[in-house]
Every structure is written in C-alpha cells, then in structure tokens.
C-alpha cells in the first residue's frame, strides 16, 4: 500500500510538472517578481530580502517538481535539479528567516545559487539534445554563470545596485521560461493534430 500510495505521488507531481502550463505559471510569477522589485519605490533591504526569497522558495518548489516530471532525461539530471531545487528552498527559507542580512550576504547568496542554477542548465541542454526548448536552456544557464558572477564579483554591491541587477535577471529569466512553456505547448499541439492526421 505504501508503495502504491508513494508512486501514485510521483505520477501526480510527473503530471503537473510536465504540463506546459505549470512552466508558464513559473515564468509569470519570476517575471513578476522582478518587475515589481525594480518599480517598487524605496524599496528596503527588509523587503528586497523577502520578496526575493519567495520567489526563490517557488522556484524550488518548481525544480523539485521538475525532478519528477522529466521523463526524458537521466537519472544524474533528476538529482541535479533535485538537489538545486533543495538549495533554491534553503537559500529562500534562510533569506527570508534572517531578514537582516547584509547586502553582502544576500548578494552572496544569490550570486551562488544563480551559478549553480546556470551550470545545471547548461549541463541539461548539452546532455539532453532532444529536450523541447534546447537552445533557451543553454541561454538561460549561460546568463545566468553570468549573472551570479557579477553579484560574487561585487561584494561591496549596494542595495540599489542589486535590485536593479536581480530584478533585470528576473524578468530575463521569467520571460524566457514563457517563450519555453509557449514552445511547449505549440510543438504538443503540432503532434497532437499529426497523430490525428495519422490515424
């Protein structure tokens, strides 16, 4: 029974993960997050610290989902976005439990994840020729080595400095995972309606 009830689990996250739909959510949400973070007027260190946090909570929530959801990938590449969905939710919980984090700190923080989060990327696009929306994933991963190396080179980053930086990567980031979820859901489609032809 237990093990009925642990792979009926899996099966479910599998389903939600790989519908296109749960990747757009994803991408509007980090988009979102960005977007407001750059508009939000005299914005403190309190809440750049929270609102970046949640946004790395759910994108945790999203790698570890992914984990399960890829069907088309290696055994190594599910622990890999396992273990980066583990470190997104840490580096989340830890920035919004300890709200009075240095910019330093924050920024160290999110210079380590965003190149964890790049070489994964970049190491699922390689690895994994066939997968939908390729080419986007050795972009994002190589934007974002990029990115958290600009916050890791610059400790002495002001609070402005790195709301402007993250929110701009952010919007970066969620706009593209839409283009991906788009693509998705058009190359389903496209091979819906072949099978149709087919049959």
Same mark, same amino acid.
């Given at each position: ?24 959510? @994803? /991408? $509007?949400?980090?988009?979102? #997050? =960005?977007?407001?973070? %750059? !508009? ?7 809440? +750049? &610290?929270?609102? @970046? /946090? $949640?946004?790395?909570?759910? #994108? =945790?929530?999203?790698? %570890? !989902? ?7 990938? +290696? &055994? ?14 840490? !580096? ?108």
């Amino acid at each position: 029974m237990q093990t009925y009830t642990a792979s009926g689990a899996a099966s479910a996250l599998g389903r939600l993960g790989g519908h296109w739909g749960w990747l757009l959510g @994803f /991408g $509007v949400m980090t988009a979102a #997050a =960005g977007l407001a973070a %750059l !508009v939000w007027p005299g914005i403190t260190l309190l809440e +750049t &610290a929270i609102l @970046f /946090g $949640v946004q790395l909570i759910v #994108a =945790g929530i999203y790698r %570890l !989902v992914a984990a399960f959801a890829s069907t088309d990938v +290696t &055994a190594a590449t599910r622990v890999l976005l396992a273990l980066l969905g583990i470190l997104s939710l840490v !580096v989340g919980l830890y920035a919004i439990r300890h709200v009075l984090l240095t910019i330093v700190a924050l920024g160290l923080l999110l210079g380590i994840f965003w190149v964890a989060n790049g070489v994964i990327e970049l190491f699922t696009g390689i690895s994994h020729r066939n997968m939908p929306g390729r080419e986007w994933r050795l972009v994002m991963g190589t934007l974002s080595i990029l990115a958290g190396v600009v916050l890791l080179a610059i400790p002495a980053i002001s609070l402005v400095t790195l709301v402007v930086l993250v929110s701009i990567w952010l919007i970066v980031f969620g706009v593209m995972e839409i283009s991906v979820a788009l693509r998705i859901r058009s190359g389903r489609r496209s091979l819906a309606g072949h099978s149709d032809r087919m049959s």
